[in-house]
Nanobody, 124 residues
Framework: QVQLVESGGGLVQAGGSLRLSCAASGRTFSTHAMAWFRQGPGKEREIVAAINWNSIVRYYADSVKGRFTISRDNAKNTVFLQMHSLKLEDTAVYYC?????????????????WGQGTQVTVSS
């Protein structure tokens, strides 16, 4: 079992920044890919960003490229999502996800464990 605990969500004005954190425990973290997904009101869940076990390869959805950065600290079993220039459409519940593999997938079906989610609300 892997436990994932997200933090850092909140209410922010458009154009602002937030940093999400996801702390993992229970199993090996450093050799597994991680990802952030989000689900906005009335929308399907979508991948936001993903990172391979070694941080060398990262993926970003087109909607967040240039504004969001995913990173990880394997010594602290934590993955981060730094979000800048937030837009109204970034409002969603953000979930971190743990893959059973070292290389990321864009499909949520490839992730074995999920956090409880953290709410990000962007206001005008």
């Amino acid at each position: 079992q892997v436990q994932l605990v997200e933090s850092g969500g909140g209410l922010v004005q458009a154009g602002g920044s937030l940093r999400l954190s996801c702390a993992a425990s229970g199993r090996t973290f450093s050799t597994h890919a991680m990802a952030w997904f989000r689900q906005g009101p009335g929308k399907e869940r979508e991948i936001v960003a993903a990172i391979n076990w070694n941080s060398i390869v990262r993926y970003y959805a087109d909607s967040v490229k240039g504004r969001f950065t995913i990173s990880r600290d394997n010594a602290k079993n934590t993955v981060f999502l730094q979000m800048h220039s937030l837009k109204l459409e970034d409002t969603a519940v953000y979930y971190c996800a743990y893959s059973g593999k070292g290389y990321y997938s864009m499909s949520g079906n490839e992730y074995d464990y999920w956090g409880q989610g953290t709410q990000v609300t962007v206001s005008s």
